[in-house]
Structure formats: C-alpha cells, structure tokens
C-alpha cells in the first residue's frame, strides 16, 4: 500500500529541527571557549562519552524493538481483520443459500456484509478519536445508524447487530445450529480484533523508560564535545551534530511507532486497508466498485510523502 | 487510559533518593582524599569500570525485557478479559431469545451479564491481595454472595456459578446444545485468564539475577569515581551521581514493571479495566451506567500523576 | 528445495560494486594526501569511528532480525499453505465417499483439488504482481476461469468458488453438516494465509530506520581511514575496503530478506512449494504427476546459483 | 507462592566457593609473583581480556535468555495444569446434573475429579523421576491404582481411565455427543501439557555452548589479573575475585534454570502447585480440604529459605 | 533421553582441527617474522581487531539464536507427535467401544495404532533422506505396505490411510459423527507437524551471512596476532590459538544446529521418540513392549559420546 519512495533530507531535519538548532550552538560554544581561551583543561577521554554511548545504544535497541513490536502487533491485527471480512462474506455467501434462496435470504447476507464495511471504517475512525459515525450512513440503515449512535462504543453495538442479525437467520431457518455457532466464532474474532487495537492504543510506553534514555541522551550529549574537542578542533562541531541526530532520530522514530494509532502519518494505515476491504467485500456481492477515489488516492499521495518518521 | 504527562523530576528523584545520597557521600570523599591528600596513585584507568558496565548493561537489558514482557503478558491478559466479557454478552444477547422470550430468560441474561462484572471486579482485587467480595452486592444477589464467599478463591467460584446457570438455561430448553459448549468454551478462557493473572503474581523473577546485577552495580558505582578522578577532579562528584542514578532508575523499574499485580500506581489499570468492562456490558443490557464517578476519577487522577515509575 | 553451494565471490562482489569503487576511491585519496602532502594532523584515535561501529552493529543486529523475522513468517506461511493443501485434498477424499460413491461426486472432489492448486500457482504470481491467471486453464475450466477474470484479488475469487461447491456438495448430501463446517475452517485457514503473505507484501520497514542506518555507515566509512592511517599507512585501503564490504553486505542481505516476495532470486520459493503440491495432491488424486519438469529444474537452477543474497 | 526474602550472603558464596578458592589462590599466586621477583613484563593491556569479556557477556546473555525461556515455559505448562483442572471440573460439575442426577453420577464426577488430583501429583513426580505412585491411594480406588502401576508412564495411564470414564458416562446418557467430544478436547490439553514437560526434561542445553562458555570463562580470568596487576598491584587480588564470582554465579542460575524438573530448590514448584489443584478441586466439590499442613508448610519453609540459585 | 556427560578435549578438537592447523602455522610465521627479523613496525594498536571482534560477536549472537530458534522448534514439533500419537490412541480406545464392541472394532483401533507408530518411523526417515519404507512391516499389512511404495511421500500416504479407515468406522456406525471431525483434526495435527518438519528441513539459513561470517572471522584472526604481538612476543601463538577456536566452536555449532534432520549425531533424536511412541501405544493397547533394544540402546550410547557438537 506505501510505497519506498526517496526521502528528502529536509524533510527529516525538519522533524528534529530543534534539537538541531541546540546541540549546534552548544557545540559551537564548547570550540570556541576551547581556541579563544585555551581552556585546554575541559578535554576528557572520549572513553567517558563512550561508556554512556553503550548503554545508550542497548536501550534505544530495547525501546525500538518493544515499538517496533507493537507497531507491527498492530498491522497484523488490522491484516486479521481483512482476512477475518473476507471469511465472514464468504460464510455468509456459501452457508445462506444465495442462489436459490428467498429475496430476504439475500438482503439479509447484504446487510451483513455491507455492515462489515461499515465496522471496519468506524473502528478505524473510534481508534483515532474521531466521529466514528462519519460516513456510517453509506452501509448501514438510518434506523441501525440511530441504534448505535446511542452507544460509547460504537464498533461494539454495530457487532451485536451482527449478532442479532444471525440469531434471526437462525430463527427463520436460513443457517443451521452450527453454522450460527461457527459465525459466531467470527464475530468473537473481530471482537478480539478490536479489543487488541484498544489495548495498544490505551497502553502507554513505560514513561520511565523514556524519560531516562531522553536525559541519558542529553547527558551523553554535553559530554560528546569535550571528548572529542582535543584531536579535532573545530571540525568537532559537525561531528557531534552528526552523531545526536542519529542518536534523536532512532529516539523520535520508536516513539513514532510505538503509538500506531494517532491520526499521524505514520500509522497502520487503517483507512487504506478498510478500502481494500471495501473493494473485496463488494465485488464478492457482485458490486461495481466505484469508491470516491479523490479522497482516497489524495491521503495516499499525503501516504507516500509523509510516511517516513 | 492512562494519559502521557511531564513527569516532575522530583517524583523521580524521589524514587532512589536514598541511592543518591549514599553515591553522593561517596564520591565526594574520594574527591576530597585525592585532592587533599594527594593520594594519586588510587587512580585507574576508565577501562576497567567499563568492562563492569558493559556486563551490566546487557544484564539491565535482560532483566528489562523479562520483566516488559511480563508487563506485557498481563496487559494482554486484561485486553483479552475485556474482549471475552463482551463476547459473553453478545453471546448471551444473541443466543438466548431476549426479545421475544420470557422474563426468565431475560433475568438469566442479565443475571450472568452482572456477575460478570462482578467476576472482573473481584479477580482485581483477588490479584491485589485485597478483599475480593468488596461491592459485589451491586452484581450479584445476596444468596450467591453468601455462596462465593465460602471459596478461598472467589473468582473461580463466580465462574461455576456461571457454569451451573448454563446447565440450568440448557435444560429449560433456552440455549441449544451447540450454544452451551460454545459458551462453556467462553468459560474456559476466562478460567485461563485467571490462571495466567495468578502465575504472573506468584511466580518471581529469578533471586540470583536481581542479586546478582545489585552487586555488579555497587561495586561498579564503587569503582568509577576512581576511573574519573584523574580526569575530572571535583567534577567527578556529579558524574558519578548522573550516571549511577540512570543505572538505578532503570533497575528499579524494571523491578515494578515486572510484578504488575502489587497495588501500586504502576500496577496494570484493573479496576479501570473493570470499569469499562462494567460501562459496556451495561450499555449492551440497555442499562444506563451511572458510575460513581467520584471514586473512578479520583483514581484515574492519581494514575495520571503516579504512573511513572 | 535450495542447496548449499559455495558462492562465487564475484557474484557476492556484483552486489556491492558500486560501494566498493566509491570506497577504494575515498581511501586512496586519503592515504596519498596522507603520505604525500604529509598531513598527519588528520590522524584521530580509533575510538571515534569505534562508537559509531557499535551503535551501527546494534543497529543492523535489530533491523537483520526483523528482515529475518518477516522471510522466516513468510516461509512458515507458505509451509502452512503446503499442509492445508493436503488436509483439504484428504477431507475430501475421506468425507466424501470417493469409493462407492457416484461419479459426480469423485469430479467434485478433483475439481476441488485441482482448483486448490490453482489456487496456490494464482497466489504465487497474485504476491510477484504477475498475471495471477497465467496457465490456470490447466487446473480449473474456462467458465471458472472468466468468472474469476473479473476480480483484483483472482486467489479470494478461487476460494469463493471453493465455499460454493462445499455448499452444493452439503445440499446434495455428500458431506454432512458438521463436515461442511470443518472444511469451511480450513478455506478459513487459506484466506488467513494469503491476508498474511499481503501483509508482509504491502507491509514496508519503517523507512526511517533504513536511512538512518546508511547515512550512519556512510560517516562510519568516511570517519575510519583517517582512524586507521598513523598505523597502516597505505595498508589501511584494503582494511577500509574489507570492513566497509562487510557492513555494506549484510545492509543489502537485510533489505533483500524483508520483501519475501519480490521475484527476486531470494524470494520465498513459491513456484517450487506450489509444484510440490501438485505432486502431493496429484499423488492422492491417483494421477500421474509429469510436471515439464525443463521450465521447474531450470528454474531450480537458477536457484541454485542465485540464491545467495 | 515464593516470597522475595533477603538472600544470606553465605548461601551465595556457598553456591561457588570452590571457584572461589581456586581464583583466589590463582590470584594472589600472580600478585606474589609480581611483586617479589618483579616479573613486571607479564603485565598485559587490559584490552585483551576485554575483547573475551564481552564475547562472554553476549553469549552468557544468549544462555540465561534461553534458561529462562525453559524455565518460564515450564512454569507456563503448570499454569495452564491449574487452569485445566478447574475447567475440567468446571465441566464434569455444569455438563453432568449433579444436582437431581442419581448418585452414580455424582460419584462419577468426583471420581474423575479426584483422579485429576492423582494426575497432577503423579505427574508431578513422574518428571522428578520419583515414584509416581506414591501417595496415589489417598484419589483413585485401589483397583485404578493397580491397574495404572502396569504402566511405564502413570500419568498416561490415568489420562486413559479418564477417557474410558467418559465413554462409559457417555454410553449411560449422562453427557451428551458433543459435551463428551468438549471433554475428550479438554484430555488432549492435558496430554499436550504432559508432553511438553517431558520434551522439557529430557532435552538437554546444547552442551558445546556450555563447554565452550565455561572454556572462556577460564581463560579471562587467567589473563584478568595480568591485566590489572599494573595498576592495582595486591588490590587486583579481591577485584578478580569480584568480577570472576559474578560470571560464575550468572552461569550457574543459567545451568539451574534451564532444568526446571530436577528436584532442586529451583524448580518449578509442582508440589506446591499441585496442593493448590488439590484445595480449588476440593472446594468445588464441596468438599473439607484438611491437607497435612505440616508436610507442605515445611517445604514451603524450605521454599522460602532455599529458592534462590 | 540424552545425559550430560563430560565431552573429551579430544572429540572437541576433532571437529575444527583443520581450523587449529591453519590457525597455528600463520601465528607462528608471525612470531617468528617478528622475533627473527624484527618487523616491529608491523604491530597494530589491538583496537583494530576489537571492532572486528564486537561486530563479529553480535553477529554469531544473531545467528545462533536463529539456529537454536530452529533446533528448539524441531524438538517441540517432535514433542508435539509423541502428545498427538498419544491422544489419537486415547480417542481410539475410547471414543470406539473397544471393551464391548466386535473384534472387528478391536482390530480397527489395534491397526491405526499401529499404523502410527510405522508414520513416526517412516517420517524420521523420510526427513533423513533414508529409505522410508524400512522396518513397516512390523506395523502395517503388506498390502498397505505395497499401496505406499507408490507415493513419493510415504508418511502422507499413511496418513491418507488413516483417513479412510476412519471414514470406514463412521459408515459402519463405530464412531459417530462428530468424533469422525475430531478425530480428523488430530490428523490435520499430524499433516502440520509433517509440512513442519519439511520446512525445517528444506529451508536453508540465508548463505549470505554464513559466508560473511565466516570471511569476518578470517579478517579478525589474520588481525589478532598483529595486535599480540607488541605485548606478548611468542606467548601471541596460544592466545590467538585459543581465541580463533572459541569463535570457530561457536560457528560450527550453530551450523550444525541449524539443521536438526541431517542424520548427525547432533539431529533431534527422532529414532529415540518414535521407541517411546512405539512403547507407549503398545502399552496403551495392552501388549507387551520387546523393542530390539540392543539395536536401541547401541544409538543410544552413541549418543551419549557424541552428542555435543
């Protein structure tokens, strides 16, 4: 869906453009109290800065490999919601009898279906704290949209429709005992699906954590400069800018991933995915698929431009 | 839930207040023997604290990690007690029929929908070593409450109430035979939930290594003013103190995270887990939800300043 | 499937040529401004570039995992994919009485099976973005063939027309309810796999990480002749060239192994794994398997001497 | 279950103080040596044993990474032993009418109930290579207990007679096709835990790894003192002791946690686990628990006391 | 099954003398170049092998968790057969009336069995490249013997056979519906454990890595002696020596982990389980265990010598 395209160099500096703007006039001081004042005295073994320099490295490894997890915990639960629409159409073409079946038969696994597009697109926007009603009205009847506006959550209350929905095709006889039962397993599934995104998105990072690499990181930082003052001058200046850019770069960008589910560029890609499931669950029902590409495509270009840090 | 804050550096300062004013004392004596009384030789060189740092940074990360994934795992655990009691209630909405079925049938819905939240209050406070039949008369009638509270475990016995009303709804004819196996299933995974809850609790992390890495701190601490003194001199004194609290800080938050259950602020958020339980499985019952909100937020506000450490 | 083969150093050499030139290039120059222009202030202790070697190692470390993790999942998927062909190929065998049966049920069974390994050709070319219908006239008939033509996802419309059949075979009674069901879970289990191989497909690396990492190992490269000059003097170009190759190699081997299914030599082999499933399900079907076997063994070799980055 | 209790110091030393005595009679051999006869020359930098420190460290991190991952899934297997005991009780009590069956019935659930007690504690010797019969006769009748003492694996046995019991209660109506298929799913748990213990018991480490770190091990504290002896002179001799007393002890846990069956203080505590089956089990069944105290209290003492290497 | 026992020197040095050779005649031409013609300008600060030495270890950290990763997931698929063996035993004893039932009911249970324990043999084989079809006849008919021969998968072919016996005993009313499914799952456990194993086994370890390992560790060998010989003149030769083999034993022992079915000593002792399969369902069907332990226990002890590397 994101494309590996080439990223500007300005737009990198441009996320940690602050931090740039301090660690350059702080270098720029320590060189130039060095050559106008010969305070030769300041040098220290860069063996100082080094020990910091490890233990550094081994926690941003640790923290960006917890975000990384979560990051990637997240697009496998959005992959699984995909792959558990897909199923649940399929089950309702394949258990109903769609072909030869009554007109109701066939509305009934509609309305099912297009419910399912509507859930993907609501839990989507309920993760972002956005309207998760917005744009409802497409999939779903007024009347279940006036239901589940009455509900926090609204993902939930459109699965007990499903529920409600097979417990009626059971009634009348259009799925068996244990086709109602193995539905409801799917149900169940997205249940967890949803349950998953909640918990990465209302579980913070350990704050400690991040709070100690961050100020390990800026003491590293001070030291840096008179570690490397003695053998380089001046030229010391570029280099410490060079290595804390990397060093806030890998911080900035595992606290990016950790938190898949700001409305950020960065994250799963949630509406992207919810089309796709939009396509594939329309042409399953024999739909022409004509999603209003505008605005789709637009936040893909927006994708393709931004989805770096 | 839990709201990312600017942590005050005093809370955190407050948290191994007594390691600093032991490393404080410390260096500043040695600072002062070598200065005044020119004992020189006492210097050595940075590399050998820095073997020792090495070891304890890959040993800190080692710890951290078990002690995340524990973290983790019971988080996890909490996400998944969430998906399940509103996968209980959805199935009990939809596989009993509520809308045109008897009072009874409807009772018995509701019934076990309120005592599982009941079960969720009561496995919190079970974990936390607190009285776990604490507020239940608010889920359940005073006839079971009489009944649980003959358990040492109350929760497992709120899920064989559960169990027996199954059979009672089986034999009345109210769920079919697939639905009580299916249901008992449900049953099942909170009988694992519980478990898993109770193995985090009870199962310490290994002594020896938290032993083990304590030592290997101290005499860390206690090698490397020596290293820096030649270096820094007076300046010594602050290094030392910035470097060992960052050691100390990380250790001692690995040592909370990895027992989640303990009742302290850095506790995975069960009651606030419960409480959402609580809200949605009321919503599903139609049921307005008027929590005292008093006591929740008030906790919540506590989350927010003491979730640090 | 892949053998062991010693490798041509110069096809290991082919992949990083332009590295290597630019590399021999840089530490040329510097050697001769070195020795000829006799500017030995730029000589720095090896410490320098030694901290960013450290960091860069973590670095790799952590991104050679995840690429080994996703090429590891996305082997395991496909050795699922193996399994479930045969579960499926022998529930139809076993459920359906192929024996004493008539003989429109044995064509419904082959016309499973067969359809099962069109499926995996289709989702092999589906994952390289080839055409997903090339040579599936061979598997399943030309009106299944243009129905299939009509949708983006060819291998989702192949196990649709596996739910449809497992329908009829159920109203026809040659499977019963519960098998209906059962082998309901393992199409399931197939539209999992193949939501799993898009995942890791459309899934890309947080590019952030993959460009820190190059421009680290960039000023890595820049940063070491001038550390290892004052002691090799003109030596020090082959150690350049030597260790700037090793880093450069396992970058390159790491963005190789993240995008299993590019049609690169390093892919997961997937036209192989599906050619073992028709052998498997043509040995079950008792037909006689006679692959053209010059296109398979050609392509094997190919692998053979390709498979190595 | 284990309590986080202050660890004697002497216990400690006790675990290793045959390594200590040698590195101390090791260590002050060379201190003599370099001060009496002023062999100044065997002085080394302390690079070279920093090089094999941190190939060390990283692979005692990869062992103790691996033990615990032992030891932890071992504890996991018990937990879920606790979990499926309650479920499969929760069963026996909910699926069978307990209440106005006939008092066949009962006794059938309690007789399988107690069984499961005999399971559990016969497993639990099973794997410590004890008796597994003993103290069988208090659960299971004594014609049970003779039958399963034919066998070579008890516990195997005795998840048998469960099976044959539940065919029986099937045949005679008191659970139905699918309540009996849901309880045979509930054995194969337990036969999965069993075997999972087994594979954990009778696998051992790679033994070249632990060859080869113990290897290395020695050979850095042989050159440790060398490389300290300049600079510390009779001071090297607790320094070695220090460093060489912690590599040994991280090894030793290592060693004892990846065999979390063999009857040592580190074990995974199955007996205690097993009393707690013993107790929920008794409970649920209504019945008095009066276990003999003494027994488990004093092992649980000796818990307490020991669970530390 | 396999014992710790202590691993000869010897045998140790037999597996890389080739490595020690080499290794020794290039540190003693140094020495002597070095000592004889006093090249003293050709010592290198030990800094530069220390970088090579740090990346090289992260490196064979990687890999040996991948390989162990892969040895460990052998070993617990092989667990997973013996529990899965266990289980379609139990549910063949007890889900068909064996007690009460016809002999030829008895004889049904008695030949799938059997047929088990000769699929655990065929598939050890099978993965060992060995002739799959020795030593069946002891287990299975010859006619059914003759009906494998024919697939190029024997242990597939079996499995087959299972299958339809089992659809036999259901058409004859010996099991009913519902454990027909279930028992057809263990059989879908069995198809995944198979399809696993042939993944492990026919998936190599990226070559890529291997060769840049192998050729970093040259570099840094080449290196060491160079960076020695300053501080330790002749006693450079044991301490290369020493080093270059510890990296060397870790090499191969990776390697050799990496691929558990490759009929070495070091494979996951699949011969070893399928005898306790065979035990253990011969004691379940109540017939006596006579295994030709003299052909058992001979591999058994040589195991026990060579089971190291």
């Known amino acids: ?38 305070f030769t005295r300041i040098s220290i073994p860069i063996a100082v800065p080094t020990i910091l320099g490890t233990v550094i490295s081994l926690l941003l490894a640790f923290k960006s490999n917890q975000a990384y997890d979560r990051w990637w915990e997240a697009r496998t639960i959005w992959g699984a919601i995909v792959n558990d629409s897909r199923t649940l159409t399929r089950q309702l073409l394949t258990f109903v009898d769609t072909h030869m079946g009554s007109a109701e038969e066939r509305a009934f696994c509609e309305r099912m279906a297009k419910r399912q597009i509507a859930w993907c697109y609501s839990l989507s926007r309920h993760l972002r704290k956005q309207d998760p009603l917005h744009g409802l009205e497409k999939y779903i009847s007024g009347k279940e949209l006036d239901y589940v506006s009455r509900y926090s959550n609204v993902p939930m209350a459109l699965l007990e429709l499903h529920g409600e929905d097979l417990r009626n095709a ?31 998105k209302n579980t913070i990072f350990p704050a400690t954590y991040s709070v100690y690499i961050h100020f390990s990181l800026i003491m590293f930082i001070m030291l840096l400069p008179f570690g490397l003052i003695e053998f380089f001058g001046i030229v010391e200046v570029p280099l410490v800018i060079a290595i804390s850019c990397s060093f806030f770069l890998i911080q900035k960008m595992a606290i990016h991933l950790q938190d898949p589910f700001e409305n950020k560029p960065t994250d799963t890609p949630t509406s992207t995915i919810s089309q796709t499931i939009e396509r594939d669950i329309k042409q399953m029902l ?24």
Chains 1, 2, 3, 4, 5 share one sequence.
């Open 170 to 200: 059971f009634k009348l006889g259009w799925i068996n005992e244990y086709q109602q039962v193995e539905m409801d397993k799917t149900l169940t599934r997205f249940s967890n699906e949803m349950g998953g995104c909640e918990r990465i």
């Open 286 to 309: 024999k739909e022409t698929y004509h999603h209003e590409n505008k605005q789709a495509s637009g936040s893909l270009e927006g994708a393709k431009v931004f989805y770096i840090l």
């Open 1 to 38: 869906m994101l494309l590996k395209e080439n990223i500007p160099i300005s737009y990198i500096a441009g996320k940690i453009k602050k931090e740039i703007l301090f660690v350059t006039i702080y270098a720029v001081a320590i060189a130039v109290l060095y050559n106008s004042f010969h």
